[in-house]
């Protein structure tokens, strides 16, 4: 089992940058996937970004291709999320979430264990 610990978000002008950083507990975080998703009033949670159990794969959406950066430190328990070029439509609850696999998912359901959320909110 893992549990996430959320940092970072706040408030940020457009076209600035964030890191959102997610610590997790237990000594088999190596073996999980990690995911970012976020969630806006009144829309459903939505897939930002994974990166494998090693860091060596990551996807991403659409939507933040190019300016999110996901990241791993295994050796330290952490996961990272780096926004730049924020667009007020990036705000929104970010959450960090572990999968109990090796691999990368996109759909919240492949997510055993979740952070708690973090508010984003990029002004215009």
């Known amino acids: 089992q893992v549990q996430l610990v959320k940092s970072g978000g706040g408030l940020v002008q457009a076209g600035g940058s964030l890191r959102l950083s997610c610590a997790a507990s237990g000594r088999t975080f190596s073996s999980y996937a990690m995911g970012w998703f976020r969630q806006a009033p009144g829309k459903e949670r939505e897939f930002i970004a994974a990166i494998n159990w090693s860091g060596s794969i990551t996807d991403y959406a659409d939507s933040v291709k190019g300016r999110f950066t996901a990241s791993r430190d295994n050796a330290k328990n952490m996961v990272y999320l780096q926004m730049n070029s924020l667009k007020p439509e990036d705000t929104a609850v970010y959450y960090c979430?572990?999968?109990?696999?090796?691999?990368?998912?996109?759909?919240?359901?492949?997510?055993?264990?979740w952070g708690q959320g973090t508010q984003v909110t990029v002004s215009s």
């Open positions: 979430a572990a999968k109990e696999t090796y691999g990368v998912g996109i759909t919240p359901d492949q997510y055993a264990y």
